[in-house]
């Protein structure tokens, strides 16, 4: 793997993955990340790859959507390796407004794959990151595993259902090397506030209504996200070829005790004169085709490449707090959509 081909690498997960890849594991080859800079990607959750790692890593702005822009990629780099992150990812933007996420999830990992079978010479890996939303909703046991058949509830996780369809047929049906991970919900550094954690560290901060879903009763697997960077890269180098691997936190929780826990956490690291921020929940109408709970068997990866997740909710929790009270600049940059007037000025949108 020389030359890397990151999609989405200005998003949540991309830039942790970039940094991750770049500052702290054994890659010795070159990044290129390649982002359309939607209202999710922003630049500056690199700030500092570009100069710390001039000669390694390279940004280009283009749609994946956009074949002759693509290829054009593929030949200047040299592409030999893909990981795909870039999507649509926000459940409640599927809902209202679902064209994106068909464009982007699903006819845009359609053209990367079209590129990977045109550059199957010298082509290592395909790698796709996708969710555990495709395969729908479990009741109160249970777990997902790497056979259990999909059953997307929403137009995102429909669309990524759509993705990881095609990803493996074009393994089946080429022998594209691929290998595709599924992973529960991640939190950590630069997660946009439009998701539940960060949504909530910040508005509980600024003494906001904490929005609840329905009866906070529903149940996500949480994982730190450099946790799910590790996995993506140990699949990436040692992952059976046609595999597709499950990763998770083994961290079941409940929407209201994750909101909970965030203000007793603030309540102890930020203490305000009014005392406790638990006031604050205020419960909401409820997602349409809301999944009741989802949870991740992930014995697969733990058996074949040894991972486990290294952070437990407890402490990702806290460093995730602290990143926010600690980047209040990033923070009103989104807010304030300044960063994408920035985006405007350098990269003429
Ligand atoms: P994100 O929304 O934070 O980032 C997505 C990035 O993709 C942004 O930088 C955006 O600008 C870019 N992008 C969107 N459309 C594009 C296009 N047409 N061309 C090029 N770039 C485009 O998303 P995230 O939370 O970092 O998720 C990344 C991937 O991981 C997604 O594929 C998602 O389905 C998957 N995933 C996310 C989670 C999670 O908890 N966030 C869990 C499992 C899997
Ligand atoms: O499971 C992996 C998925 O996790 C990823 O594929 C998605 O890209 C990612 O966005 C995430 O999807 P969710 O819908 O689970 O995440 P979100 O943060 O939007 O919501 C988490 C839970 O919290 C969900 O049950 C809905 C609820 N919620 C969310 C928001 C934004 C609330 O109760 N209130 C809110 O304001």
Redesign the pocket.
Known sequence: MKNVLV??????????FIRYLLSESDFSGRVIN?????????PE?LAGIDTEFKERYVFVK?????RVAMSEVFDTFQIDTIC???????VDRSIAEPD?FI???IN?TFNLLELARQNMNHLVLFH??????VFGSLGSDGYFTETTAYDPSSP?SAS?AA?DHLVMAYSRTYGLPITL???????GP???PE?LIPLMILNALEGKPLPVYGNGQNVRDW?Y?RD?CRAVWLVMQRGRRGETYN?GGRCEMANLSVVELICDTLDEMVPTATGSRRPLITYVKDRPGHDLRYAIDCGKIEKELGWLPEESFKTGIRKTIRWYLEHRDWVTRIKTGAYLEWIESHYQM
Not at 34 to 42: E, I, K, Q, S
Request: net charge negative; proline share 0%; glycine share 10%.
């Open positions: 999609t989405g690498g200005c998003g949540f997960i991309g830039s942790n390649v982002d359309r800079l939607t209202y999710a990607g922003n959750n283009a749609d994946i959507c956009d795909h992150f870039a999507a649509e990812s926000h994106a464009k982007t999830n845009g796709h990151v996708s969710t555990d939303e995102y990524k993705s991970s599924n992973c529960s919900n991640n939190y630069y997660h946009f998701k994982l996200v799910h990763v």
